[in-house]
């Protein structure tokens, strides 16, 4: 069973600073998303790596995946206060059944001025 | 505009009564899904279905129903066999196991 591990869980973060959030995953994955969610609201997708080695940059945001030591890291370069926000990542395997996701828990970003 | 509804965006509930949430996707996806979020929590699996009139139970799909007979919806039943139903509720749809994309989600609150 495919299970997905983020950390951490709240991360407090400064403006102009870098931080990283990591996604530790049980069991061979062919695919890693990161999503985000505003409160109250929906997810919105971020990254979709498939490969390993692969690397996905938007903005502030950088997305990579290493399949071998089953972990993908989203970096923030000079956190603002937009990026403050709830982000989760979810692997998946296409040869399982359903084509399904799982999630981890999700890391709370809280970008302080 | 190409996307997913899901209606309401907030639901009451009493003790007892059923209720059904809509998701419509108008994507052409042959893939839908069904997760809950408990607050402060991840996404948790209820049902999912890969294909019209065939659908799967998730991680939590005690208390649920759904039904699939049209490719573009696939509504959720909280049944009263629910017993902690509050939650927030997401409907997602995808093309063959590709990325999942979200509705807006139902706001589900037992009074």
């Known amino acids: 069973e495919l299970k997905v591990e983020q950390n951490p869980l709240f991360l407090s973060m400064q403006e102009g600073k870098n931080y990283t959030i990591y996604c530790n995953y049980s069991?061979?994955?062919?695919?890693l998303y990161w999503y985000r969610q505003d409160p109250g609201k929906s997810l919105e997708s971020l990254f979709v790596?498939?490969?390993?080695?692969a690397v996905k940059q938007e903005g502030r945001l950088m997305a990579s995946l290493d399949t071998k030591a089953r972990l993908s890291t989203l970096h923030i370069t000079a956190a603002v206060h937009d990026l403050s926000a709830t982000y989760f990542c979810?692997?998946?395997?296409?040869?399982?059944?359903?084509?399904?996701?799982?999630f981890g828990g999700g890391t709370r970003v809280l970008v302080k001025p | 505009d190409g996307g997913i509804t899901q209606s309401p965006k907030y639901l009451f509930r009493k003790e007892g009564q059923n209720v059904t949430l809509s998701c419509e996707q108008n994507?052409?996806?042959?893939?839908m899904y069904w997760y809950r979020q408990d607050p402060g929590q991840g996404l948790r699996l209820i049902y999912y279905?890969?294909?019209?009139?065939?659908?799967q139970k998730g991680d939590i799909a005690e208390g649920y129903s759904v039904s699939r007979e049209k490719k573009e919806s696939f509504p959720l039943t909280v049944t009263s066999a629910q017993k902690n139903p509050t939650a927030f509720y997401l409907c997602?749809?995808?093309?063959?196991?590709?990325?999942?994309?979200f509705g807006p989600g139902t706001r589900l609150t037992v009074l």
């Open positions: 979810a692997a998946g395997d296409r040869e399982a059944a359903g084509n399904k996701l799982t």
């Open positions: 069991t061979t994955s062919d695919r």
């Open positions: 994507l052409n996806h042959d893939a």
């Open positions: 997602a749809s995808s093309h063959s196991g590709n990325e999942q994309f």
């Open positions: 790596l498939l490969s390993n080695g």
């Open positions: 279905s890969q294909i019209v009139n065939d659908f």
